[in-house]
T-cell receptor, first 114, second 112 residues
Framework: NAGVTQTPKFQVLKTGQSMTLQCAQDMNHEYMSWYRQDPGMGLRLIHYSVGAGITDQGEVPNGYNVSRSTTEDFPLRLLSAAPSQTSVYFC?????????????FGPGTRLTVL | GDSVTQMEGPVTLSEEAFLTINCTYTATGYPSLFWYVQYPGEGLQLLLKATKADDKGSNKGFEATYRKETTSFHLEKGSVQVSDSAVYFCALSNFGNEKLTFGTGTRLTIIP
């Protein structure tokens, strides 16, 4: 099992550019989510999905889109990058959306927007 | 809403010292509580969890007890090692609430 994989590891964008952060898991997990990690703020939820075809907004969804066409993949799209989106992005998955489940995190994507 | 408050860092200890990282929470209902650890350059991984009051989670010599009366879930280890250097996050999840609420993280450095 590869677990949760994310690509790319690092990315530099210019303001206004768009890009997609990729996330995949091979554990057949129903629940997937995207977080951003900023200094002194812990992790904040951007979007989540409880299964293929179902997505919902988290705490900080503005400027990001998601889709979930398969169980395995959950890409995060930045429509028009802004410097405020400079952050480290983590994808996570868990077997279900139940509150007792362990979340499995990918290694992260470090994004810089100039 | 739900919130988690954890000890400000950074924390620096000598090898074999006793470790406590404080964590308190505010939540309605009966949340599950977690400690996640992030080693340098890696994603977060679960260290331990407790799903009901008075449960004790333990792993790799770390322990934390779910105290509903004090709304706390403090992380402890009796003798830390250099390899324990990492950032530690306390988190809670309310049943039916499809997300984790994280604390801000505590950076721990252990010096030989």
């Amino acid at each position: 099992n590869a677990g949760v994989t994310q690509t790319p590891k690092f990315q530099v964008l210019k303001t206004g550019q768009s890009m997609t952060l990729q996330c995949a898991q091979d554990m057949n997990h129903e629940y997937m989510s995207w977080y951003r990690q900023d200094p002194g703020m812990g992790l904040r939820l951007i979007h989540y999905s409880v299964g293929a075809g179902i997505t919902d907004q988290g705490e900080v969804p503005n400027g990001y889109n998601v889709s979930r066409s398969t169980t395995e993949d959950f890409p995060l799209r930045l429509l028009s990058a802004a410097p405020s989106q400079t952050s480290v992005y983590f994808c996570a998955s868990s077997p279900t959306s139940g509150g007792t489940d362990t979340q499995y995190f990918g290694p992260g994507t470090r994004l810089t927007v100039l | 809403g739900d919130s988690v408050t954890q000890m400000e860092g950074p924390v620096t200890l000598s090898e074999e010292a006793f470790l406590t990282i404080n964590c308190t929470y505010t939540a309605t209902g009966y949340p599950s509580l977690f400690w996640y650890v992030q080693y340098p350059g890696e994603g977060l991984q679960l260290l331990l969890k407790a799903t009901k009051a008075d449960d004790k989670g333990s792993n790799k010599g770390f322990e934390a007890t779910y105290r509903k009366e004090t709304t706390s879930f403090h992380l402890e280890k009796g003798s830390v090692q250099v390899s324990d250097s990492a950032v530690y996050f306390c988190a809670l999840s309310n049943f039916g609430n499809e997300k984790l609420t994280f604390g801000t993280g505590t950076r721990l450095t252990i010096i030989p």
